[in-house]
C-alpha cells in the first residue's frame, strides 16, 4: 500500500460534506488507554499485568468551522440530533473512519466577526474502518 | 426495478453497487434506492427535463414512423411513447440518441436536482451529492430511466 500524508480528508456529516478550517481536524479513534504493570511474583521473578481502560474506548472527532450563516445552520440540526450524528472522515488512499452515535458535546462558541472560526467537538462510538 | 406500488407513487429501483447512508447515527449499507412521483413543488425543476424527454421521444416516433413507411409496413399501427420508452434502459438510449449534448447535461442536473428536492431516498434519508457521487453512471443512467417510464412520460 502506498504511504501517503493524510493532510486533506473529506469530512462528511450526517450526509453533507462539510467544509473546515484546514489543519484543524483533529481525530481520536477511540482505541482508549492501555496500561501494563509490573507483578513481583517473588524469589526475583517478575511478570506484568495488562490493563485496558475501556473508559477511555470513545471516538473523537474536533474540527473547526469559519462562521458562516451555513454553520450556525449545522450548530442547530447537530446539537438538535442528539448522538444521532453519524461522522465520516475519508482521506487519502480511500481509507475511511466512520464514527457513529456522535454527540456535539462541546458548549459552542460562535464567534462573529471577519475570519472568525467557531471549534466543533463530536464524541461517540469508537471508528469503524472502511479501507 | 423490483418493486411498484399500485398507484406509482414511489418506485424502488435495484442499484448494481453497494452504496453507504448515515442515518440515525448509524452508517448504512444500501443497494436500492426509492424514487418517488414528483408533486408540485417540483413543478419548476421538473418542466426543463420533461420538455427535453417528451421532444426526444417525439423525434423517436417520428424516426420510427419513417422507417416503418420505408419498410412498407402497415402504418395503421404508428409506433407511442409507450413503445418508444417501454424500458428504462431503452428509454436512456433513447434520449442519447436524439437529445443535444447541452439537452443531456440540462437533464441530468435536472435530474439530480429532482433526487435531491426529496424525489430520491435511500434507507428512508433524501439523497444528497455525498449519496449519489458514490453511484455508478450505469445506475444513475437506469434511476433515470425508471423515473423517465414511471413518472415523466406517464404524467
Known amino acids: 500500500m502506498t504511504q501517503v500524508a493524510v493532510v486533506n480528508p473529506q469530512i462528511v456529516i450526517n450526509n ?11 481525530v481520536d479513534f477511540g482505541l482508549g488507554e ?19 481502560n475501556i473508559e477511555s474506548n470513545i471516538g473523537i472527532v474536533k474540527f473547526d468551522l469559519y462562521s458562516l450563516n451555513t454553520t450556525a445552520i449545522l450548530i442547530q440540526d447537530w446539537k438538535a440530533l ?14 475511511i473512519f466512520s464514527f457513529q452515535f456522535m454527540a456535539l458535546t462541546n458548549r459552542v462558541d460562535f464567534m462573529i466577526g471577519n475570519e472568525k472560526q467557531t471549534s466543533f467537538e463530536f464524541q461517540g462510538n469508537p471508528a469503524i474502518t472502511f479501507a | ?21 448515515q442515518k440515525s447515527g448509524e452508517q448504512l449499507f444500501s443497494n436500492k434506492m426509492t424514487l418517488k412521483a414528483p408533486s408540485a413543488v417540483h413543478m419548476t425543476k421538473l418542466c426543463t427535463v420533461k420538455q427535453i424527454v417528451m421532444r426526444a421521444v417525439k423525434t423517436a416516433i417520428a424516426e420510427a414512423t419513417a422507417t416503418q413507411a420505408v419498410q412498407a409496413k402497415a402504418i395503421q399501427s404508428q409506433p407511442s411513447s409507450d413503445a418508444v420508452v417501454s424500458d428504462a434502459d431503452q428509454a436512456v438510449l433513447m434520449l442519447y440518441m436524439n437529445a443535444s449534448s447541452e439537452d443531456m447535461i ?14 430520491g431516498l435511500v434507507e428512508g434519508v433524501v439523497v444528497t451529492d455525498y449519496v449519489i457521487n458514490q453511484l455508478l453512471v450505469k445506475d444513475i443512467e437506469h434511476l433515470l430511466g425508471e423515473y423517465i417510464v414511471n413518472f415523466i412520460v406517464p404524467s
Open chain 1, 16 to 26: 453533507i460534506a462539510v467544509g473546515y478550517v484546514p489543519n484543524s481536524l483533529d
Open chain 2, 106 to 119: 440540462c437533464v441530468m442536473n435536472g435530474f439530480r436536482e429532482l433526487l435531491f428536492d426529496g424525489c
Open chain 1, 34 to 52: 492501555q496500561s501494563v504493570k509490573a507483578l513481583a511474583g517473588g524469589g526475583g521473578t517478575v511478570s506484568t499485568a495488562y490493563f485496558n
Open chain 1, 82 to 95: 442528539g448522538n444521532l450524528n453519524v461522522i465520516q472522515v475519508q482521506g487519502e488512499g480511500d481509507t
Open chain 2, 1 to 21: 426495478m423490483i418493486d411498484t406500488k399500485k398507484d406509482k407513487s414511489e418506485i424502488v429501483v435495484q442499484l448494481s453497487d453497494k452504496i453507504t447512508v
